[in-house]
């Protein structure tokens, strides 16, 4: 079970991240996110342990190269409507796996796992944002975990959207997520990450995954 905290945007944040044995922590690179950082403030706030991701929005070359200037990454994450061929020609171009968030309502979206899994290393399925919503993810919002059960993915995956402490386990247990990802559901404001709800999430997952 992999535990992902995403849009750390602060020294405590991380700390506790880490303390709570994270297995990633992610950066967003994404300025209308209120999680937003600058390269400058990711690498001030980074740590030794958690792997770091870099959440990038439909980016170009030069912010990608800004961030790694700053701050080596063990991620990219594409959580925009980057294409196979972009996603592989990050992946070409800066050596490090890339992790595809696809937005997922119904059944169908799930089709679009097989165009992707060639050129990716990585999947973080996340509720679909709704139309016009400013953000691509982080909204608090869970989608239909059921739609996971029993499917064969080709690559790992995390699954995201609406998770919290309270319902974590819930989500693990009908999905059978490999791999949880949660940023909101571990605040006590938007954008302000709560020590303690870091802590419950991590260990409500671990839980889960070895009572399964």
């Not at 079970?1 to 994404?30: E, P, R, T």
């Not at 937005?103 to 999947?123: K, N």
């Amino acid at each position: 079970m992999q535990v992902k905290i995403c849009g750390i945007n602060d020294a405590a944040s991380m700390q506790a991240a880490a303390a709570a044995g994270a297995d990633l922590i992610g950066f967003v690179f994404f300025p209308p996110s209120p999680r937003a950082v600058t390269p400058a403030q990711a690498a001030s706030i980074a740590a030794p342990g958690p792997a770091k991701v870099g959440l990038f929005v439909d980016p170009e070359d030069v912010l990608i190269e800004a961030v790694l200037a700053a701050l080596p990454l063990d991620v990219i994450q594409l959580h925009g409507e980057e294409s196979p061929a972009r996603c592989a020609a990050i992946r070409a171009r800066f050596g490090l796996p890339v992790m595809k968030a696809l937005g997922i309502a119904t059944a169908e979206d799930l089709a679009q796992l097989a165009d992707y899994a060639p050129v990716v290393d990585r999947f973080l399925l996340d509720a679909k944002a709704p139309p016009g919503a400013p953000l691509p993810g982080g909204n608090a919002a869970p989608f239909d975990w059921t739609l996971m059960a029993g499917r064969a993915i080709r690559r790992p995956w995390l699954l995201a959207g609406g998770l919290t402490p309270h319902n974590v386990a819930d989500a693990i247990r009908v999905s059978a997520a490999p791999g949880v990802d949660v940023s909101s559901g571990v605040e006590r404001a938007r954008g302000v990450k709560d020590a303690g709800l870091i802590a419950a999430f991590v260990d409500a997952a671990r839980g889960a995954a070895r009572s399964a």
